[in-house]
């Protein structure tokens, strides 16, 4: 299944163990971003298997639990969760893949290599070379593809069209980066990449009531007039965005029958919301409803859904 949806190669396990694995593909043009969760395995692509197919591509690999090897262009590599590693479609390779608790998981984005807008022989300077995923760039690079995986099914085509071009964006700036290249990307890549830092920042910190445009601006070293700019691009205000952002993560904890016994204040609090009065009137507005018939909505929605499903099981049982 993997050398269909991905590069012709060769899998093996040692022993007799057990074999479960599953493959996720979100398909988003010219990116393909996928999930694989498997056991310990070899895998293996031969001279031969590329010879008889090149698709040109480079796979770029999350590490997201398990670690291993990777021997490719004559470099070896000892990698683990937390990082990234960088596959070249056109050199054969043999890696090794261990498994924490019995199973190994990665997000891969496989890409053609002329996608990224920087040279080629650039770009195969990381192959073979890990690099973190924990910190800057890499950090919200590797938000951004889990975020991407966790909401697949959601996404209609003119979604997924957009989101090809912004993974590739930071896919690009998390390489320049590693490569003191930053200044080879386009203008607009940048702008790209820097608004999707920006947002990983404001989501991170939302809980702040003291989030303000001047303390973003600072924290990725431009004016405060740069990232008004920014999002005025995109339509709106930065204080607009932030409250848009609150208000959602409030949204879905009103939703969460396990949050059912906090207090309305203390969900508004807890995503920045000072003012009660003010958190229900900007709630209101966006949503039409005040918080606690929306909480009170959210639960009899929720209670025909589960009536609904337990009708149609009780159905097809009968």
């Not at 770009?123 to 800057?136: E, H, I, K, N, Y």
């Not at 404001?202 to 303000?212: E, Q, V």
């Not at 005040?290 to 609904?308: C, E, F, I, K, N």
């Amino acid at each position: 299944m993997a050398s269909k949806t991905h590069l012709p190669s060769r899998v093996r396990i040692d022993g007799d163990a057990d074999f479960q694995a599953s493959v996720r593909v979100l398909n988003l043009g010219e990116a393909q971003v996928s999930v694989l969760t498997h056991p310990e395995l070899w895998s293996e692509r031969t001279a031969k298997l590329v010879r008889q197919c090149d698709p040109e591509v480079y796979q770029l690999h999350l590490i997201v639990s398990g670690g291993g090897t990777l021997a490719q262009g004559g470099r070896e590599a000892v990698f683990g969760a937390g990082q990234f590693i960088l596959i070249d479609s056109s050199h054969p390779y043999r890696a090794w893949r261990s498994a924490q608790d019995g199973r190994s998981e990665t997000v891969v984005v496989q890409f053609p290599r002329a996608s990224l807008g920087l040279r080629s022989s650039t770009v195969g300077r990381l192959a073979t070379v890990p690099f973190s995923a924990r910190g800057g760039i890499g950090a919200v690079l590797a938000g951004h593809l889990l975020e991407l995986m966790r909401n697949a099914e959601d996404y209609t085509e003119a979604d997924t069209a957009a989101l090809g071009g912004i993974t590739l964006d930071l896919i690009a700036a998390g390489c320049a980066h590693q490569l003191d290249a930053t200044a080879r990307l386009s203008p607009e890549a940048r702008q790209r990449a820097l608004s999707a830092q920006v947002h990983r920042f404001i989501r991170d910190r939302l809980g702040d009531p003291a989030l303000t445009a001047d303390l973003i601006a600072a924290a990725h070293q431009i004016s405060t007039r740069h990232l008004y700019k920014l999002f005025q691009a995109q339509g709106m205000t930065v204080a607009a965005w932030i409250r848009q952002c609150r208000l959602e993560r409030c949204r879905r904890d009103l939703a969460d029958p396990a949050l059912d016994s906090r207090p309305i204040q203390a969900i508004a609090t807890r995503w920045g919301f000072i003012d009660g009065a003010h958190f229900s009137r900007v709630f209101r507005a966006a949503y039409g409803t005040s918080p606690r018939d929306y909480r009170h909505l959210a639960r009899h929605d929720d209670a025909v859904h589960r009536l609904t499903r337990t009708a149609q099981k009780t159905s097809t049982t009968s």
